[in-house]
């Protein structure tokens, strides 16, 4: 199960970044890759937390939370450079949907871990 | 691979709904009731598809996409009926949260499936 400073949450409206994706067949240089950029991320001003999970299958469905608008935008210029600089994304993701989603309401069950 | 009707996705705004959850022991019955939700879930008006993918240790990430927040609503009060009927979602989840979110850009690479 990952979910990074996910407690850290704030009360509605924040900043949901649905990232969807089916991952290629080069697992292994992926898999470091996003490691990467997720330690990258957690150092972003308005970063408030990550979840995802995956498929065995490879599909996968990655959520990033931002405080603002503004926050995801500036990440997104270093995630950028970022898959660049490892070689580009067409070698990781057989296709992937990224949907920057404004958060306006959160109900909760249960103790997260 | 879960994507259900995702192709119909037209251009935002519309709304996605974000389920994140760890599923409990109980995991036929949990998966037999799912996939009544989902097969009701697409009947609704306003329904749009909807995509989920799950850890092996049980976290799981289900995102459903509205072309209102009234669809939604509506349907989350047929959902609740259904899970009050299906006997209670405390014994499908360890915990979960849901976060209603208004999808304001998207982008895609590559084709999806």
Same mark, same amino acid.
């Given at each position: 199960?990952?979910?990074?400073?996910?407690?850290?949450?704030?009360?509605? #409206?924040?900043?949901? %970044? /649905?990232?969807?994706?089916?991952?290629?067949?080069?697992?292994? $240089?992926?898999?470091?890759?996003?490691?990467?950029?997720?330690?990258? $991320?957690?150092?972003? #001003?308005?970063?408030?937390? +990550?979840?995802?999970? =995956?498929?065995?299958?490879? !599909?996968?469905? +990655? %959520?990033?939370?931002?405080?603002?608008?503004?926050?995801? +935008?500036?990440?997104?210029?270093?995630?950028?450079? !970022? /898959?660049?600089?490892?070689?580009?994304?067409?070698?990781? !993701?057989? !296709?992937?949907?990224?949907? /920057?989603?404004? %958060?306006?309401?959160?109900?909760?069950?249960? =103790? #997260?871990?």
């Amino acid at each position: 199960m990952t979910r990074i400073y996910i407690d850290k949450l704030p009360e509605p #409206p924040y900043y949901a %970044v /649905i990232f969807s994706s089916k991952r290629s067949q080069n697992e292994k $240089a992926y898999r470091d890759s996003i490691n990467d950029m997720l330690t990258l $991320a957690a150092e972003q #001003p308005g970063y408030l937390g +990550t979840e995802r999970a =995956r498929d065995p299958d490879g !599909f996968g469905i +990655t %959520v990033s939370y931002w405080s603002t608008l503004e926050a995801f +935008t500036a990440w997104s210029q270093i995630a950028e450079t !970022f /898959i660049a600089r490892a070689s580009g994304k067409e070698k990781w !993701f057989d !296709f992937y949907e990224l949907r /920057i989603t404004r %958060v306006e309401r959160a109900f909760s069950m249960g =103790r #997260p871990r």
